[in-house]
């Protein structure tokens, strides 16, 4: 069966779930916001390759990065996570503590880009994942509040 443009790219990809957990996998403790961004980068990055989406996630641009409802709802559902906040000057960042590691059911490709993509921006600051961000011709064209539309992305 052929995988259609903006579906799944397998059937164990049916959500945001298994992919938020194999990112977790590589966490003790994250921000909820590096979560959202790194899933993203992982997105780009697969969508580059084969010009098809892992997820059918909508993301949209914020001032330090993207931010998906699906994600939030996937880190909610997920067990053995604790949420909280730290205090940063004078922003609350929320956070994840990650108290056992999420069972992890991708495999192949995309398990080896979730992995490369937490290796390399995992620890990173969070502006020069910013940059990263930027640097993406779809989050570039995308405004505040809109969707960011893969579709529409004709990569080079």
Same mark, same amino acid.
């Given at each position: 069966?052929?995988?259609?443009?903006?579906?799944?790219?397998?059937?164990?990809?049916?959500?945001? @779930?298994?992919?938020? %957990?194999?990112?977790?996998?590589?966490?003790?403790? #994250?921000?909820? =916001?590096?979560?959202? !961004?790194?899933? /993203?980068?992982?997105? @780009?990055?697969?969508? %580059?390759?084969?010009?098809?989406?892992?997820?059918? #996630?909508?993301? =949209?641009?914020?001032? !330090?990065?993207? /931010?998906?409802?699906?994600?939030?709802?996937?880190?909610?559902?997920i067990d053995g996570v604790e949420h909280g906040e730290v205090k940063i000057g004078r922003d609350r960042i929320k956070t994840l503590k990650v108290q056992s590691q999420p069972q992890c059911n991708l495999s192949g490709e995309i398990d080896e880009l979730v992995r490369e993509t937490s290796k390399e921006f995992g620890e990173l600051p969070p502006s020069e994942i910013l940059s990263e961000l930027k640097s993406i011709q779809i989050y570039r064209q995308a405004k505040i509040g809109e969707v960011i539309e893969f579709d529409s992305w004709s990569v080079e």
């Open positions: 069966m052929a995988v259609e443009h903006g579906s799944p790219a397998t059937e164990e990809v049916k959500g945001v @779930v298994p992919l938020v %957990k194999c990112v977790l996998r590589h966490f003790n403790h #994250v921000s909820v =916001e590096r979560i959202h !961004s790194l899933i /993203f980068l992982i997105e @780009v990055e697969y969508f %580059k390759s084969h010009e098809n989406r892992i997820t059918e #996630v909508e993301y =949209e641009p914020y001032l !330090s990065g993207v /931010f998906s409802s699906s994600i939030e709802e996937a880190l909610a559902e």
